[in-house]
C-alpha cells in the first residue's frame, strides 16, 4: 500500500480479484462433459491453465470434467473470489442474489438478454439486476458481455488467445468485436497484458477499468472501444491527464439531432463535433476500425516517437509512389525534395539498377530479380538527407512470386534487420497486398518476424501512412500537452440573477438579464437601458447619442428578428418614437399573451469583425463551447469548431485558428487583424463561468464584434437547466 491512498488500495485490491482471482465458480457450467469442455467456461479455464480453484455450479451434476459440482454456489466449503454466471437470463437475479449471500467479490455475468435487446422485458430484468446490487459488496461486470482475458492469471474468453503478456490493455464495450480484435492483434505479433469486454455496464465500466489502466506500471499502452459513457466529464479528465497513449474505437457516432433547441450552439453541436473536440483536447488517437486500431498500436509499441512530418518515401513504381505522396499529404505529412548532395549520391549507388529514380519518391533497383544490393545504402541515404524525419518503404512481393525469385524473404528480411541497425531515423516498411496465396502466407511470416525485431511493418500503403500521420500528431500533443492551471478571471457571483429569474417561474432570461451575467463572467458587453414608453425611449437615446437600437424585452420571445422586435440605425428623436411604436405593435401582433418588460436603447457599436461564441451541454462530456464567424458563417456554412470545459489556453488558441474563416480574423486583405489574445481570454472566462454555474442549459453571444484592440458583445441569451 506505499505510495497509495486508501481510495487507490481499495482499487488496487478490487481489480487484482478481477484479473488475478484465487478462486471462479462457474454457476451453469453444463453437465454435458463434452459440451464444457469444447465451449463451456470450465473447460476454457483448464485449457488456458488457470492455477486457482474452479467450482462447478449445477444441481444436475456430481462432477464436471474432473471437479466436483455443487448444487448452488452456497454449497461450496471455501470463500470465492469471482463467479460467471452463464444461466438463462431469467434465473440470473437468482444467482446473482446468493453471490452477494456468499460474499463472492466479483460476479460476471455473460449472460446476454437485457436492455440491449430493447424489449420491456429485457430491461425490467436489468434494472432487477441494478437492485440487487445495491444490496450488498458483489461487484459485477456486465451483463452481456465476454470478461476478462488476462494471460499471467490464467483466463481468457478464447483459448485461442497466447498465454503471453505484453504491453496493452484493451477495454472494450463489444464482445465478439473485442475478440476479433485481439485475434487481429495477436495475429500480427501485439501481446496483451489484459483485456476485458464489459458489455451493459451496470456496476464496473470503463472508468474503474481505465483508472487501472492508466496507474498500472505493466500496462504501456491503453486501447478503448467505446458506444457511450455514463460520466463522460469523469472519463475526459481521465484521459486528458494520462501519461500513456490511449487509442480509442468510438463506435456510433451520429449527425443526428435531439430535438428542437432554442440556441445557436446546441443546434449546431452533435455527437461528431463533440467527439473530434474530445481528441483534440486529449491527446487521444482516434481510430475507425477493428484493423486500423491495430496498425496504430503497432506503431505506438514498435516505432519510436517521430518528431517532424517529413516523409521520404522508398518504393518501385512511379504511380505507386505517387499514390503515396498524395497519401500523405492527406493525412498532413510533407514529401519534401531531397538535398542535391543526397540525389547525386543515390546516383552514383543506382546507375546499374535499370528504372531507378533519386527523387522523393526513391527508387532503388526493387525490381524482378529481388532486391537490389543497393536497397540499404540507398535508406541509409535517404535518411541521411536534412528535409527528411522518416521513411516509408514499400515491397512487391507479387512480383518476386510471379518471376520466380527465390530466397526473397530471407533476403528482405535480412535486409530490413540492418537497416533497422543503422538507420538514424524511425522507418515503415509495406508489403503491397497481392492476390496470391503465397504471398499472403509470406507477407504474415515477415510481418511478424518484423513485429519480434521491432520494426514497423504495416498491412498496406494507406493504413502504414494514416498510423504515421497520427503517431506525429500524437507526440506534438504530447510535447505541447497542457494540463490543469485553466486561465481567466474570477468569476463573481451571479446567483442572485438567476435566482430572481427563477423566482418568476422562467428559464430564458432576457438580454438584459443575459448581459447583467455575462459582466458577472468578466465579458464586455454594450451599454443599454430598458424604457417602457416611447418618451423614455427618446429621452435614453438622446442621453446615449445616436445612432441607437432599439430591442423587444420579453422573455417569450426568443427570437426578436423574427417577431420585428428589433430596429437598428436609428438617427433621430422622430425615427426612435415610430421605432418604438412599430415593435411593440408587431410583438403583440405576433405574441398576444407573451410577457413584455419593455423595450431596450442601446447604443449602435462600432461594427467590427463578428464572431458567436456559445455554450451548451452534450449528453456525455456536459458544456461543451463554440466559436465560430458571425452572420452567414455560422447560419449557412456552419463554421464552426468545439471544444469540452474547461478550457486551457491551448485549447482556446486553436479552437479559433482552426475555423476555415480565421484569415478573416488575421487581417485578410489589408484589414486590420483583431485582438485574438482578446478573445483566448473570451473563451477562457466563459469557460470558467460556466463551470461556475452549472444551472446554464445554453448560452449564446451572437454576435461579439471584434477590434484590433478588445471586442463587445452586442447581444447575449441564456437559458437555464428546467
Known amino acids: 500500500m506505499e505510495n497509495r491512498s486508501l481510495e487507490q488500495e481499495a482499487r488496487y485490491q478490487l481489480m487484482k480479484t478481477v484479473y488475478h482471482p484465487k478462486s471462479i465458480a462457474v454457476i451453469g457450467a453444463s453437465s454435458d462433459s463434452k459440451k464444457e469442455e469444447s465451449s463451456g467456461w470450465v473447460g476454457r479455464l483448464l485449457q488456458f491453465g488457470y492455477k486457482g480453484e474452479i467450482y462447478p455450479i449445477n444441481p444436475k451434476a456430481g462432477e464436471i470434467l474432473g471437479l466436483k459440482a455443487y448444487a448452488t454456489i452456497s454449497d461450496v466449503p471455501a470463500t470465492i473470489d469471482y463467479a460467471i454466471v452463464v444461466v438463462p437470463r431469467h434465473l440470473v437475479s437468482a444467482s446473482l442474489e446468493m453471490c452477494i449471500i456468499k460474499g463472492v467479490k466479483i460476479a460476471h455475468i455473460y449472460t446476454a438478454g437485457f436492455s440491449e435487446v430493447g424489449t420491456e422485458e429485457g430491461i425490467k430484468l436489468q434494472r432487477d439486476l441494478e437492485r440487487i446490487i445495491k444490496a450488498g459488496k458483489t461487484r459485477v461486470i456486465g451483463p452481456n458481455c465476454m470478461g476478462v482475458y488476462c494471460p499471467s492469471g490464467g483466463i481468457s474468453f478464447d483459448i485461442r488467445f497466447p498465454k503471453e503478456s505484453g504491453p496493452v490493455t484493451f477495454i472494450s464495450q463489444t464482445g465478439v468485436g473485442g475478440r476479433r480484435l485481439i485475434q487481429l492483434a495477436t495475429g500480427r505479433g501485439l501481446r496483451f497484458n489484459k483485456a476485458v469486454s464489459y458489455g451493459n ?44 497513449p490511449v487509442v480509442v474505437l468510438k463506435a456510433g457516432l451520429s449527425e443526428s439531432g435531439s430535438g428542437a433547441v432554442a440556441s445557436h450552439t446546441a443546434s449546431l453541436s452533435g455527437s461528431r463535433q463533440i467527439w473530434q473536440a474530445f481528441f483534440k483536447q486529449t491527446g487521444a488517437i482516434s481510430v475507425e476500425s477493428l484493423e486500423e486500431a491495430v496498425e496504430q498500436m503497432l506503431a505506438l509499441q514498435i516505432l519510436p516517437p517521430i518528431v517532424g512530418r517529413k516523409a521520404g518515401l522508398v518504393g518501385r513504381g512511379g504511380g505507386i509512389g505517387v499514390v503515396a505522396a498524395d497519401l500523405c499529404e492527406r493525412e498532413g505529412l510533407k514529401v519534401p525534395r531531397l538535398e542535391a548532395e543526397t540525389r547525386n549520391r543515390l546516383a552514383k549507388i543506382t546507375l546499374a539498377d535499370a528504372g531507378s529514380s533519386i527523387r522523393n519518391p526513391v527508387e532503388i533497383g526493387l525490381g524482378i530479380t529481388g532486391v537490389s544490393e543497393h536497397y540499404v545504402d540507398g535508406l541509409q541515404l535517404v535518411a541521411s538527407d536534412p528535409n527528411v524525419d522518416f521513411i516509408i518503404t514499400f515491397l512487391n512481393p507479387e512480383d518476386y512470386i510471379h518471376y520466380g525469385v527465390k530466397g526473397w524473404v530471407d533476403d528482405i528480411s535480412r535486409a530490413l534487420v540492418k537497416a533497422k541497425s543503422i538507420l538514424a531515423k524511425p522507418f515503415t516498411v509495406v508489403f503491397l497486398p497481392g492476390q496470391n496465396v503465397e504471398v499472403f502466407e509470406s507477407v504474415l511470416q515477415i510481418q511478424r518476424q518484423c513485429v519480434k525485431e521491432g520494426i514497423g511493418c504495416f498491412r498496406d500503403l494507406e493504413a502504414s501512412i494514416r498510423a504515421v500521420g497520427k503517431l506525429v500528431t500524437y507526440y506534438e500533443n504530447r510535447m505541447n500537452k497542457v494540463t490543469g492551471g485553466m ?81 437598428l440605425g436609428l438617427t433621430s428623436r422622430e425615427e426612435v418614437a415610430a421605432a418604438y411604436d412599430d415593435i411593440l405593435r408587431s410583438v403583440t401582433h405576433k405574441y398576444p399573451k407573451a410577457d413584455i418588460q419593455g423595450v431596450t436603447v442601446q447604443k449602435a457599436e462600432k461594427a467590427g469583425v463578428e464572431i458567436i461564441v456559445g455554450m451548451s451541454k452534450d449528453i456525455q462530456f456536459g458544456p461543451v463551447l463554440m466559436f465560430g464567424l458571425g452572420g452567414i458563417f455560422v447560419e449557412v456554412l456552419k463554421d464552426v469548431s468545439f471544444r469540452i470545459v474547461p478550457l486551457t489556453r491551448k485549447d482556446a488558441a486553436a479552437v479559433i485558428r482552426e475555423i476555415r474563416g480565421y484569415p478573416l480574423l488575421d487581417g485578410y486583405r489589408g484589414a486590420p487583424a483583431i485582438d485574438v489574445q482578446s478573445l483566448e481570454d473570451l473563451l477562457l472566462q466563459l469557460s470558467n463561468f460556466v463551470l461556475e454555474y452549472p444551472e446554464i442549459k445554453e448560452l449564446d453571444l451572437n454576435p461579439v464584434f471584434c477590434y484590433s484592440q478588445g471586442n463587445l458583445a452586442v447581444d447575449a441569451r441564456v437559458i437555464l437547466e428546467s
Open 201 to 244: 455496464a451496470i456496476d464496473l465500466n470503463v472508468i474503474d477499468f481505465l483508472e487501472d489502466a492508466i496507474s498500472d506500471e505493466e500496462t504501456k499502452l491503453i486501447l478503448l472501444y467505446l458506444e457511450g459513457l455514463t460520466d463522460g466529464r469523469r472519463f475526459f479528465h481521465l484521459i486528458r491527464d494520462c501519461p500513456k
Open 487 to 567: 486561465e481567466g478571471l474570477n468569476v463573481m457571483s451571479g446567483k442572485e440573477i438567476i435566482h430572481r429569474v427563477r423566482e418568476r417561474g422562467r428559464t430564458f432570461l432576457t438580454e438584459m438579464e443575459s448581459k447583467e451575467l455575462m459582466k458577472h463572467a468578466g465579458i464586455a458587453v454594450n451599454e443599454m437601458k430598458l424604457v417602457k414608453s416611447r418618451e423614455e425611449a427618446i429621452s435614453a437615446s438622446e442621453q446615449m447619442g445616436y445612432p441607437i437600437v432599439l430591442k423587444i424585452s420579453s422573455p417569450e420571445v426568443i427570437h426578436k428578428s423574427d417577431a420585428g422586435g428589433v430596429k
